[in-house]
């Protein structure tokens, strides 16, 4: 039987420091890491932001951008691999959303992709946001969105070994409790 390996989700808000704790956490794996890229630079704001993201990272880091199917291509990963840090879970279910997918297969998708992570054959780091905590949106979508995100987080961290939940740039480890 197969070895499985960590599943590691890390969440909290907006600039709360999770994207360099998931860098941190998966420096730790080794030096062959993949980065699963969900965004796409759709806009200068979001080409600001990945480059941001990228200057963060080791330059040594091979990078897949998947923002349609993120479960093929963990998947598909070949070769020796330390470690996989994909981010984000929401950026993904956002893609989804506006795609046109309905709810029930946006929930199947995210399944789905936490198939993949256990499945794989290397430690994964999952980024994701946790929006379910600030004002609720004024729109029907931006609700739905939100409800998703939070279906999808739920999702990821039932199944996830570990879990960080990221205030302030302060990591506190809420599954299993205790210290980072």
């Known amino acids: ?23 941190g956490l998966a420096k730790r794996l080794g030096r062959r890491v993949i980065y699963l890229a969900t965004g796409a630079a759709t806009d200068e704001e979001m080409r600001s932001r990945i480059a941001r993201h990228r200057a963060q990272r080791p330059r040594a880091w091979r990078t897949i951008e998947s923002p349609d199917d993120p479960a093929r291509a963990i998947t598909r990963l070949t070769g020796a691999v330390d470690g996989l840090l994909m981010d984000c879970l929401t950026m993904y279910v956002s893609m989804l959303l506006v795609r046109g997918e309905t709810d029930r297969a946006i929930e199947r998708r995210v399944r789905e992709l936490c198939e993949a992570i256990r499945r794989a054959r290397c430690p994964v780091i ?7 905590m600030g004002v609720v949106p004024a729109t029907a979508l931006g609700r739905r969105f939100r409800d998703l995100a939070g279906l999808a987080n739920q999702i990821a961290a039932g199944v996830a070994d570990e879990v960080y939940l990221l205030v302030a740039g302060l990591p506190l480890r809420i599954k299993p409790a205790g210290e980072p």
């Open 1 to 23: 039987m197969p070895q499985r390996h960590r599943f590691i989700l890390v969440t909290g808000g907006a600039r709360s420091g999770k994207s360099r704790f998931a860098v």
């Open 126 to 132: 999952l980024v994701t946001n946790e929006v379910g």
